[in-house]
């Protein structure tokens, strides 16, 4: 029997099976805190006033179902529906795409409804997923269950200092809200608050790393273990010290494939985090470790026609080229950084040279954590997102930092290391129990866009049976937001990256519901886009005087409550 072999067998367990019952327990206690607000919002909803099924960032996940009615509608290419501008299908969203063509499935007449309920489920679903794949993703890097607890928790629960902020009157601080408040990349609880599709292509990036771990061959060797066994002399027979792992590697190619149709920019993370295990794996050999870069390389080669169909997509057209440019996501002040990361950063520094020496690759964290400075600072718009799933090996850091001090000492395994964990553990918490607690007060409310009008509502359903996916709708941007959510036709406007030129059409449907604009402008820019109907409510006649009632080129087509359906007749 070879080496390998031998030393497979000298590791014990990854992971037990009854530790999963804590990860399920906790998985679903943790789901559900983020549903309390989802629950709160549906049992509001009353005659006039209708709960939209978001609470979190609203807008974005408007444009999610309008996203999965596309699918729903038969589309396997994903349009921009909040543009009017003509341009090709692409191969983004097929997530949103594919849990469209579910709720096409579902019976019920209300689709919208069925988008909403399939999207909550997915949440749980993937939620789940992610949270499991973070415990068996720990478990591989330390053997010691009490560490791993410790850091799933911290990930599943944790957040950063921005209850602080927002307790000393400073939300705003150098120019940017507290990342744990709006960064899903950065701390997981808020993707499981929202975002089903970041928990998926999370769950996809770790099982990559894990398969290229394998290949390396890391479990329960030390750095001493690896420089011997490089430099020794060709290995037994069925050892596979030097060879290249195509089935590890192909694997993690297709697994961060598959994350880069869901995310396509998070295959640069994924570049980077093995890049970077690659340098600390040489530095721990002592020297350029030549025979394990051929898996990530291979890898990388799988995954990468993700990225260069999105680079050609978003070069090629000018649509989509106008959405990349809009799309601007910049880090923060480090400061920012800081107060997100700080109290985990501080423990972990404590961690570096446990982690360092582990038989486990707890050492993987520490590459990891590394390389993200660079990557959120990167000539890139969409810097800040990079930081996408750090919180999990620096929790893992931190996890061993805290334990490590609260075992030293003479309250070693006693009530004062609990209390020392607790403690630490509570500087986390109150910024999720702060975002839950606080969008439950502001729900009593009925606040917009959160609630919709039903009678909005009931002239969108009106619409649409009556249009078709390349139709136009104009109307103000907060009804264009909800409206291809609703409708299958696109919003003049409603989204702000997706929008093309959207401060310019801004100013064009302020003008456009201005009483002083002259008829003569209004054709031209209805011509100019080709819109078809014009939705005017009480958002849009909040914008201006002017009366569409009395414009020979639109013809009332219905109206419900305070909102009427114009179609448009040049």
């Known amino acids: 029997m070879g080496h390998s072999t031998n030393l497979r067998q000298r590791v014990p367990a990854e992971c037990e099976a009854r530790e999963y019952g804590f990860v399920i327990l906790g998985s679903l206690v943790a789901l559900a805190l983020t549903s309390i607000p989802y629950v709160v919002g549906a049992s509001l909803s009353g005659d006039g006033r209708v709960f939209g099924g978001f609470v979190y960032a609203v807008g974005d996940c408007y444009s999610y179902l309008a996203k999965m009615r596309q ?91 921005g209850w602080l902020l927002v307790a000393l009157g400073r939300p705003g601080w150098l120019g940017s809200m507290p990342l744990d408040l709006l960064l899903p990349e950065a701390f997981t609880f808020l993707v499981l608050f929202a975002f089903p599709h970041i928990a998926l292509a999370r769950t996809l990036l770790l099982w990559g790393l894990l398969a290229l771990v394998r290949s390396w061959d890391l479990l329960g060797v030390d750095s001493s273990a690896m420089r011997s066994r490089e430099s020794a002399a060709p290995p037994p027979a069925g050892g596979n010290a030097g060879r290249v792992q195509w089935r590890a590697a192909g694997l993690a190619g297709l697994l961060w494939l598959g994350m880069g149709l869901v995310v396509p920019f998070y295959i640069a993370v994924a570049w980077a985090v093995v890049g970077a295990a690659w340098v600390f794996l040489s530095i721990r050999q002592g020297r350029p470790c030549w025979t394990r870069a051929a898996e990530p390389l291979v890898a990388g080669l799988i995954s990468a026609p993700v990225v260069l169909y999105s680079a050609w997509r978003f070069s090629s057209h000018p649509v989509y080229a106008t959405w990349a440019a809009q799309n601007q996501v910049l880090s923060p002040h480090p400061l920012h950084y800081l107060a997100a990361f700080g109290v985990p950063l501080a423990l972990a520094l404590t961690a570096l040279p446990t982690a360092w020496r582990s038989r486990r690759p707890a050492w993987l964290a520490i590459a990891w954590v590394a390389v993200v400075p660079l990557l959120v600072y990167l000539p890139f718009n969409l810097q800040r997102r990079l930081v996408e799933a750090v919180q999990i090996p620096l929790s893992l850091l931190a996890a061993i930092g805290l334990t490590r001090i609260a075992d030293s000492g003479p309250s070693r395994s006693g009530w004062k290391s609990r209390v020392a964990l607790c403690a630490v553990l509570f500087t986390m918490l109150p910024t999720n129990a702060l975002l839950i607690g606080g969008t439950v007060v502001t729900l009593r409310g009925q606040p917009s866009p959160v609630f919709r009008d039903r009678d909005e509502i009931g002239a969108m359903d009106w619409l649409a049976p009556r249009v078709r996916p390349t139709d136009v709708v104009l109307a103000s941007f907060e009804t264009g937001n909800y409206l291809p959510a609703r409708v299958g036709a696109r919003a003049f406007l409603g989204h702000g990256p997706e929008s093309v030129r959207e401060t310019e059409k801004r100013a064009e449907v302020n003008e456009f519901f201005e009483a002083t604009t002259s008829d003569a402008w209004r054709r031209d820019l209805l011509k100019r886009y080709g819109v078809d109907y014009v939705l005017w409510g009480p958002a849009e006649r909040a914008l201006g005087g002017f009366q569409p009632v009395e414009a020979p080129y639109l013809r009332e087509r219905h109206q419900e409550g305070h909102y009427i359906v114009f179609e448009v007749a040049l």
Do not use: C, N
Request: charged share 10%.
């Open 71 to 161: 699918g729903a509608e038969g589309a396997w290419l994903f349009h921009i529906p909040y543009t009017p501008e003509a341009h090709p299908g692409a191969l983004f969203f097929l997530f949103h795409l594919l849990l469209g063509k579910i709720a096409a499935l579902l019976p019920g007449d209300d689709l919208t409804q069925r988008l909403v309920w399939i999207y909550h489920a997915a949440r749980w679903i993937f939620g789940v997923g992610l949270l499991t794949t973070i415990y068996h993703f720990l478990a591989v890097l330390t053997g010691r269950v009490r560490i791993r607890r410790v850091a799933w928790s911290m990930i599943a629960f944790g957040g950063g200092l």
